[in-house]
């Protein structure tokens, strides 16, 4: 199974629709996150680092929003604890199908259980650790707090949520500076004026970012305590909170 280089909005398009993660985009999911995210490709294995120090015996960890499921794939390499599972769960059939494949060569000791299913209707129960890798922000916004709080109780004690998110910015001379260099690294990667254009008009019709302040206020809302940011590269962000 190859990989396709993202070309998706090489060309003038109408979108009104705006971006979805349909079977176009899983062809080129790979390659289109890895130069449209700054810092995806050490976020993924930093994910299954964290993992492996929370995952607790007897437990499950849960990839919310998994596309292609590196994250689960990254946590069933690194884990090493007795009696845990990964579920993870997409809504897009076209992801979740690619991915049941991919497993077959791909993940490490852990079981992987890939599900369809909207993650607002997923029961999360005895968890250790709780993924949600670039997925919130796809949600509505009056959505992300009940969110977070079935995150919350579904947790041990001791748990952990790690939420990658692209982040938004209060000063506005902040945010026009984080766009502008998350544009050149778009452009370090060979995307186009054009393809940057198209595929910003698109997201925005889906994607509305927030700021720290009002995620780390989701954590401690949710009853969930000690909130750190680990990593960032410009206006992408994750963090991670405990139970």
């Not at 629709?17 to 790979?30: A, E, L, R």
Request: glycine letters at 6%.
């Amino acid at each position: 199974m190859t990989d396709e280089k993202d070309r998706l909005f090489a060309k003038s398009r109408a979108l009104t629709k705006g971006f979805s993660f349909d079977d176009q985009v899983v062809k080129v999911f790979p390659d289109m996150i890895s130069r449209s995210v700054p810092g995806y490709e050490l976020v993924v294995p930093m994910i299954g680092m964290l993992a492996r120090r929370y995952a607790q015996p007897d437990s499950n960890i849960y990839d919310l929003g998994c596309s292609l499921g590196a994250a689960s794939i990254a946590m069933s390499r690194a884990v090493r604890m007795n009696g845990v599972k990964i579920v993870a769960v997409d809504n897009s059939a076209a992801m979740i199908g690619r991915f049941k494949e991919s497993l077959k060569d791909q993940r490490g000791p852990l079981p992987v259980e890939p599900h369809l299913q909207n993650i607002l209707d997923t029961r999360i129960e005895n968890a250790s650790v709780v993924v949600l890798n670039f997925t919130l922000q796809f949600l509505d916004r009056d959505q992300r707090q009940t969110m977070i709080n079935h995150v919350a109780d579904g947790l041990r004690v001791g748990g952990v949520l790690i939420l990658s998110e692209k982040i938004c910015f209060e000063n506005k001379q902040e945010q026009f500076d984080q766009t502008e260099w998350h544009h050149d690294f778009k452009r370090a990667q060979g995307y186009s004026e054009l393809e940057i254009a198209q595929k910003r008009d698109a997201l925005e019709v889906v994607m509305r970012p927030d700021t720290e302040a009002t995620h780390i206020n989701r954590f401690e809302t949710a009853g969930l305590s000690r909130p750190v940011r680990w990593f960032q590269c410009f206006n992408f962000a994750s963090y991670i909170a405990f139970k």
